[in-house]
């Protein structure tokens, strides 16, 4: 039997239709793992109005969300737009297959069903950092624009836009991977280290993919801008923008080019992309078609029981 649950709480258990419905067996022992470990209302909503009526009466118990990412961003979407998501601590059994169960690995949940119960019973909570746009719209582990952008493993970074738009952010020769010191530049001061520049590493890798084999896709017209410094305009077509949340910044990857031309990498506070209408994919949904969308970095939006290091 696992502990009790270690913040002494209940739990609101928000079971998912669709993990009901494409893997009973997982949804079934995640509940069991939690209902042994805590004391646990079990919510079966039928759909996204029923889960909003059991966030507003949870009162005082943790939620626990078992589905996929769609499952936890509905949540997350509802508590940021009743603007409770920074003190409402949240749990997750991811249930599904990749790639929709994708944002868990960036977030750094466990993707089997008994080690992710076992996190949200025996686990702490860690404040996580976000993007949030100007429609009241959330994104966890990253994005990139145009939707269509085909991923390929990033290269060396070719540096800021201006010393007041950002920081540069090191190659990966140049940071842990390569083994030579941390990240350069006066803004850097988020260390490779940390959980949230992990997180932020790992949604740019799964942004990117791992392989370099596959060609970029044909250029599209993006006017792109952090923190009010332009790095690339319309007379430039841009083959693919990468942005997630590092910490209380948004990491920003700029492919202007060819496989020959290095990508731009900063740090910023605001992110707008605008251009004719466009489509991005957002933790690995594509929305849109949108001429402008702008995205603030929020650090330490909300709390993730996560597995202990």
Not at 33 to 38: K, M, P, S, T
Not at 239 to 259: D, F, N, S, Y
Request: proline share 10%; aromatic share 2%.
């Amino acid at each position: 039997m696992s502990a009790p649950d270690p913040s002494g709480a209940q739990l609101l258990v928000v079971i998912d239709p669709v993990a009901r419905r494409v893997d009973g067996e997982s949804t079934r022992i995640a509940r069991d793992v939690l209902c042994a470990g805590a004391v646990a209302k079990i919510c079966l909503p039928g759909g996204p109005e029923e889960v909003a009526r059991a966030v507003a009466r949870r009162g005082r118990r943790r939620i626990v969300v078992i589905g996929d990412d769609r499952a936890l961003l509905r949540v997350v979407g509802l508590l940021h737009r009743r603007r409770e998501l920074a003190d409402a601590p949240l749990a997750w059994v991811p249930v599904g297959a990749l790639p929709a169960v994708s944002v868990a690995r960036v977030l750094g949940v466990p993707l089997g069903t008994v080690a992710a119960a076992r996190a949200v019973l025996d686990g702490a909570e860690r404040r996580l950092g976000l993007l949030a746009d100007e429609s009241d719209g959330v994104v966890l582990g990253g994005l990139w624009a145009p939707a269509g952008a085909v991923r390929r493993a990033p290269g060396p970074p070719r540096g800021p836009a201006s010393p007041q738009a950002a920081a540069a952010v090191p190659a990966p020769g140049g940071g842990p991977e390569g083994g030579h010191g941390g990240p350069s530049g006066p803004g850097s001061h988020q260390a490779w280290w940390t959980p949230a520049a992990r997180t932020a590493r790992t949604a740019l890798t799964l942004l990117s993919g791992p392989s370099g084999r596959h060609p970029l896709p044909s250029a599209t017209r993006l006017r792109v801008e952090a923190d009010g410094e332009l790095l690339a305009d319309l007379d430039r077509p841009v083959a693919r923008v990468a942005v997630t949340a590092a910490g209380g910044l948004a990491e920003v990857v700029v492919h202007t080019g060819g496989p020959a031309d290095a990508p731009l990498r900063v740090l910023a506070h605001t992110v707008t992309v605008s251009g004719p209408d466009f489509r991005y994919r957002a933790d690995n949904r594509v929305r849109g078609p949108v001429r402008t969308r702008t995205w603030t970095a929020v650090g330490d939006a909300w709390g993730l029981t996560l597995p202990r290091e």
